[in-house]
């Protein structure tokens, strides 16, 4: 668990909050007990399908862990949060989806309970205390199953008014030519379906399902995006042109993102940064294409692997709209 000494800005600063990260899989549980330490104080399966067995769960961990006391429990999940109503939707815990989630767990648990975005958690982790720190402007991307992400401001969330920003992943379409060589040639690519209803949206190819989906397109075969990076590592000709398609693809809309921004550096989560290769070749391909010149690297490995959302939810709890009335 990463634990450093940075400084988390010019907020109040309560000396324990409690945070959780839900997941489609398990919820976790840890507290800070300072500004960059996290410690993880349980890990249960995740109800999905049960909203009593939901609320159930984290009441029994509330009283396991927190007790009696007052402290707010702030929660980084996936899904989208209203901030004018408070409702969330959710695809990988259905049973929240709908309900005005931080009021009525508040009036569950009996102490503030706030809901925040995981990708938005993970990027302030990594803008406050992170790779990111000491930029003004962060825009962290999340490159796993699908595509995700997250942007900061001054040391703040860059919330949305429908409590969405930094999504890049939907809405962005990806380009429909791709030059695999550098000839100056581009051959045409059809767009494909993403499962947001629309066409061509960066997540459709950008995170590791959208690898695969890639090359069973222009190779016509079914491999998993382990071993096509593991290929393209070794020079193989079929997952040379995937890998070069992808970075195309990928590269352009992110180049756009920054361009619209502003960020000076773009820290990369999720199962695909894991590959070190592919982040340095992405970063080469971005900078081609942004109208800042950026000299030394634009996007680089998150600091956060796991645990970017609990860090990000601590700092959030410490922040003065946090605090308890």
Not at 109 to 123: E, G, K
Not at 168 to 187: I, K
């Amino acid at each position: 668990m990463p634990d450093t000494s940075v400084d988390s800005g010019p907020y109040p600063q309560p000396p324990r909050v409690f945070v959780a990260d839900i997941g489609g899989s398990y919820v976790r549980l840890g507290v800070s007990d300072s500004p960059g330490s996290v410690r993880l104080l349980e890990s249960v399966p995740t109800p999905v399908d049960s909203w009593e067995a939901f609320g159930a769960t984290l009441q029994s961990l509330a009283d396991r862990h927190i007790g009696q006391t007052r402290s707010p429990l702030v929660i980084s999940m996936a899904g989208a949060i209203d901030p004018a109503s408070g409702v969330i939707c959710s695809s990988n815990v259905p049973c929240v989806s709908g309900r005005v989630l931080g009021a009525e767990l508040t009036d569950r648990l009996q102490r503030r309970v706030r809901i925040a975005n995981d990708a938005d958690c993970l990027a302030l982790a990594e803008a406050v205390e992170g790779a990111g720190a000491g930029h003004d402007v962060v825009f962290c991307v999340v490159l796993g199953s699908g595509v995700g992400g997250g942007l900061v401001v001054g040391g703040r969330v860059a919330g949305g008014a429908r409590g969405i920003s930094g999504e890049w992943g939907h809405g962005l379409p990806v380009n429909t030519h791709v030059d695999f060589n550098g000839s100056g040639h581009a051959e045409p690519l059809s767009a494909l379906r993403c499962g947001c209803g629309r066409m061509g949206c960066v997540d459709t190819v950008g995170g590791a399902r959208g690898m695969e989906r890639l090359n069973a397109v222009l190779n016509g075969e079914q491999k998993d995006s382990h071993t096509i990076l593991d290929d393209w590592r070794q020079g193989r000709d079929r997952a040379q042109r995937t890998v070069s398609a992808w970075l195309a693809l990928v590269s352009e809309p992110l180049a756009a993102v920054i361009n619209i921004t502003g960020a000076s550096i773009v820290p990369a989560c999720g199962g695909l940064s894991n590959v070190s290769s592919l982040i340095d070749a992405l970063d080469a391909a971005v900078r081609k294409r942004t109208l800042r010149e950026f000299r030394e690297r634009v996007v680089v490995p998150g600091a956060f692997r796991r645990d970017g959302g609990l860090i990000g939810a601590a700092i959030i709890a410490r922040q003065d709209d946090c605090r308890q009335p």
